[in-house]
C-alpha cells in the first residue's frame, strides 16, 4: 500500500478539502465521464495529465528525462504507520478498508506527509486490492493474517465469477485524486498506482499473501489456460483502472510487480511481462505523455528484460547497484531509487551521504529519488525529514559534500 500529501484547496479559499463533498468535486470541473461506468473504453482518451507543458511538476519532468535543477523526492510507502499522527487516525478508524475506501480520510492520509516534509510526489493512501471487488473477487484484511480472499480461482468454473470492471465502484479513489490534485495545485505529482496482473494473481489464486507461491507457480504447469484467462482479465481490468486514475488527476502512475521477482527471469518472461507490456500499450495509446514507472522487488535479475517493456522510469530495489544498474538500462528510460530503507535508521550524517551517493552515481537526468522499498515500520519521521530536506538542498550544478567533481553529468 502507498500513500502522499498536500494543502489549500485552490477552487475556493473558504472551502478545505474535509468540506468538499462529491457534488462539490463535480462542480470543479471533474465531472466522471460516462465511459467509466460499466461501458467498454476502447475509445475513451485522457483528458487530464496527458500533454506537457513546462509547469508540470518536477517529479513528471524527471520522469520523462527532461533537464531539471535536483532529483525530485518521494517515498514508497510515503504515508502508514511510522507517522504518530496516522497511528492516532487508525486508533479511531480501525479498519484499513475504512481508511483506504473512504473519500475524507484517504485524502488526509495522503495529505499528512505532505504537511510533514513536502515531498515532490503525493501518492494516493490505497491498496493495490482495492479494485478487486469492482470486477468481482471479494476480499478482507484480518490483522493477523492480512489480505484474505475466501473464494480463490483455481478453475474454469471459478473464472465465472469475474466480470469486466466497475469503476463507479471505486468513486472513492477518483473523487480522492481530484481533491489531491487541487490541495496539491502543481508544487507536487500526484501520484497514484496498480498492482500487475501477476502480482494481483498471486492474492487471487494463493487466497491471500504466500512466502512460497507454490499453488500459482504450480498452476502455470497444471492449469495454464486457467491462467492465462484470469492475468488477461486482471489486465484489461488494471488498464482501464490505471486510465481512471489519469482521467481522475494522476500526473503520474507506478505498477508495482511485487512478487514478480519471485519468478525466475524465464518464468516471468511468459507469465508477468507480456501482461504488463498490453497494459503499458493500452495506456500509452490513451495517455501518451503520463509517465509510467515500473517497479518490481528483486529486480536485479529483471532490468534488462524490465527496459524493453515501454515504461518510462523503472524503479530499482537497493540490492541494484545505481552505476550498474544505468548501465544495464542503457539511456532511454528514466531510474528511480534506490537508498536501502534501513538507511532511516543510521545517523542522520550517514544518511545524507548515501543520499549523495546515490544520486550522483544516477546522473543529472532522469532520476527520481526514492527509498529501494518502502518505508519500514518505526521509521523514525526525524529521519523522513531530513531525506526530503536533503533532497531539497541538491543542485545539479553543484558538487556533492564529500565528493570531487569528476563528470558534470554525474554531480548534483
Known amino acids: 500500500m502507498c500513500v502522499i500529501v498536500g494543502s489549500g484547496c485552490s477552487t475556493c479559499s473558504c472551502l478545505s478539502w474535509k468540506s468538499i463533498s462529491l457534488f462539490s468535486v463535480q462542480q470543479m470541473g471533474f465531472l466522471l465521464n460516462d465511459s467509466y461506468r460499466g461501458k467498454p473504453s476502447a475509445h475513451r482518451r485522457c483528458h ?33 504507520r511510522y507517522m504518530a499522527v496516522y497511528r492516532k487516525l487508525a486508533e479511531k478508524y480501525p479498519s484499513f478498508r475504512e481508511r483506504s475506501e473512504t473519500t475524507d480520510l484517504i485524502v488526509e492520509i495522503s495529505l499528512q506527509p505532505w504537511e510533514a516534509f513536502h515531498p515532490d510526489g503525493v501518492i ?24 484474505v480472499i475466501q473464494s480463490p480461482i483455481r478453475n474454469e468454473e471459478d473464472l465465472k465469477t469475474l466480470h469486466p470492471i466497475e469503476l463507479e465502484k471505486l468513486h472513492f479513489v477518483g473523487d480522492s485524486l481530484k481533491i489531491l490534485r487541487q490541495e496539491v495545485e502543481g508544487r507536487a505529482a500526484v501520484l497514484g498506482f496498480v498492482g500487475a496482473p501477476w502480482t494481483i494473481a498471486t492474492y487471487i489464486v494463493e487466497g491471500g499473501t504466500s512466502r512460497t507461491y507454490t499453488t500459482i507457480k504450480g498452476m502455470c504447469h497444471a492449469a495454464p489456460h486457467v491462467l492465462r484467462a484470469l492475468l488477461s482479465h486482471l ?29 525466475t527471469p524465464h518464468m516471468w518472461d511468459t507469465w508477468s511481462k507480456p501482461y504488463i507490456e498490453k497494459i503499458v500499450n493500452i495506456v500509452k495509446i490513451k495517455c501518451p505523455t503520463t509517465p509510467l514507472v515500473l517497479y518490481i522487488n528483486g529486480n536485479g535479475g529483471l532490468l534488462e528484460r524490465m527496459k524493453g517493456i515501454g515504461v518510462d ?48 552515481s544516477a546522473g543529472s537526468r532522469g532520476h527520481i529519488l526514492n527509498l529501494g522499498h518502502g518505508v519500514l515500520v518505526g521509521t523514525p519521521e526525524e529521519a523522513v525529514s531530513h531525506f526530503f530536506e536533503v533532497a531539497r538542498s541538491l543542485n545539479y550544478t553543484s558538487p556533492l559534500r564529500g565528493h570531487g ?8
Not at 490505497?126 to 493477523?144: C, H, K, N, Q, R
Open 124 to 147: 494516493i493512501f490505497s491498496d493495490i486490492l482495492t479494485p478487486l471487488p469492482a470486477f468481482g473477487v471479494p476480499f478482507d484484511i484480518e490483522e493477523v493474517r492480512g489480505p
Open 235 to 263: 489486465t484489461e481490468a488494471i488498464a482501464d483502472y490505471l486510465i481512471f486514475q489519469v482521467e481522475s488527476g494522476a500526473h503520474c502512475v507506478q505498477i508495482f510487480d511485487s512478487w514478480g521477482g519471485q519468478l
Open 48 to 80: 487530464v495529465s496527458c500533454s506537457s507543458s513546462s509547469s508540470d511538476p518536477l517529479l513528471v519532468k524527471a520522469a520523462r528525462g527532461e533537464p531539471v535543477i535536483r532529483p525530485p523526492a518521494w517515498m514508497m510507502r510515503q504515508a502508514g
Open 405 to 412: 567533481v569528476e563528470k558534470k553529468s554525474l554531480v548534483v
Open 313 to 360: 522510469v523503472i524503479g530499482l530495489d537497493w540490492t541494484v547497484d545505481m552505476v550498474d544498474g544505468r548501465k544495464r538500462l542503457g539511456s532511454g528510460v528514466s531510474v528511480q531509487g534506490n537508498v536501502d530503507p534501513a538507511y532511516l535508521f543510521s545517523p542522520l550524517p550517514a544518511l545524507t551521504d548515501e543520499i549523495h551517493r546515490v544520486v550522483r
